[in-house]
């Protein structure tokens, strides 16, 4: 069993900043990539930025230069540091992760519960 647990998330005055965590749990042999996505009401569920084991990252357009992804391998962690917030941010962030729970398994893709970020003055 596998688990995906996020945190960090709340309210926002714009350009402020937060900062989401996630943690996977369970039975883990290996995780790759890992990232967050998000889902604002009315709209579908779109890429913000992933990072794979070695460290490559991948940004969607709208939020380069102001999200940063980062990751703790040995704690299988995942982070999102968010700045100059924008009211378009608002949305309902999900941590995603392809983990492998042996290496006989394939890769699965794991999500998180989502936590809200709402920017708002």
């Known amino acids: 069993q596998v688990q995906l647990v996020e945190s960090g998330g709340g309210l926002v005055q714009p350009g402020g900043s937060l900062r989401l965590s996630c943690a996977a749990s369970?039975?883990?042999?290996?995780?790759?990539?890992m990232g967050w996505y998000r889902q604002a009401p009315g709209k579908e569920r779109e890429l913000v930025a992933t990072?794979?084991?070695?460290?490559?990252?991948k940004y969607a357009d709208s939020v380069k230069d102001r999200f940063t992804i980062s990751r703790d391998n040995a704690k299988n962690t995942v982070s999102l540091q968010m700045n100059s917030l924008k009211p378009e941010d608002t949305a309902i962030y999900y941590c995603?992760?392809?983990?492998?729970?042996?290496?006989?398994?394939?890769?699965?893709?794991?999500w998180g519960q989502g936590t809200q970020v709402t920017v708002s003055s």
């Open positions: 995603s992760a392809d983990i492998r729970m042996s290496f006989l398994r394939n890769y699965k893709t794991y």
């Open positions: 369970g039975s883990i042999f290996s995780i790759n990539p």
């Open positions: 990072i794979t084991s070695d460290g490559s990252t």
